[in-house]
């Protein structure tokens, strides 16, 4: 498969020394309301180069760390399955040579084929999701694999008490009774991250941030845009406290940046990626 190559900020080392992988999933197919999450993970690329490689929340620079970014794939545009065959595939290859796997979206159904992946390796695996909508819908206009669906086929490989979603403020009535019975649900906000710790200590974990889980005030360029987001702050506070977890894999997705002509959305997006990639490094 063929792979442009152009890095996140320094992520360019030799894929040999890396501990963790980044990849594009440039798909939007099954988007509901406002397409171009395609473009989301190239203009990352393109972006984070008006951000510095140091954090001072972390005190962690990417200079020290040995990060790969393999770019986007030529992802099967008509088809969600054949897409997500291919983003489980590459997913494969990256947790087979030991390395962490960290993809940018695209849209949020594509988390399913990375997931399908981790769970192959951790089958007692649990996944923390930050996200306006539940994504628990069995079917989206009779689709299985929208994005409107992705925590629902996710559930159906995990299980019951396996999946923490935070911020969630929308989704059809059955989705959030469905949430009641079979995962853990904090609705409008992503107060209580510290309370989960504990309970996946030692866990494999799997981490999701659809962006819309933002206020559109702070990121309007999303396809989904939700009124009663959080802030950056308390998105990045809630995700740093997760640094203890064993995250084997994680994503971030849903960043439609022509609809942000200010491309604030898009530098929101780059810094919180840097903060999710210095997480990472234990």
Partial sequence: ?????????SCDCEYEKAKTVIFGAPFDSTTSFRPGTRFGCSAIRAESFG???YSP???KDLLDYDIFDAGDPE???GSVETALEQIEKIADEILADGKRPVMLGGEHSVTLGAVRSVYKKYKDLYIIQFDAHADLRDDYLGVKNSHACVMRRC???VGDGHIYQFGIRSGEREEFRFA???TKMHKFDVDGVENILDELKGKKVYLTIDMDVLDP???PGTGTPEAGGVTFNELLGAVLK???LDIAGADLNELSPHYDQSGVSTATACKLLREVLLMLEN
């Fill in 1 to 9: 498969m063929q792979i442009e190559r152009k890095a996140f900020i």
């Fill in 51 to 53: 951000i510095e490689t």
């Fill in 57 to 59: 929340y972390q005190d």
């Fill in 75 to 77: 992802l099967c545009i």
């Fill in 155 to 157: 559930h159906e490989l």
């Fill in 180 to 182: 009641e019975k079979h």
């Fill in 217 to 219: 005030s702070a990121f």
């Fill in 242 to 244: 997760l640094k203890d």
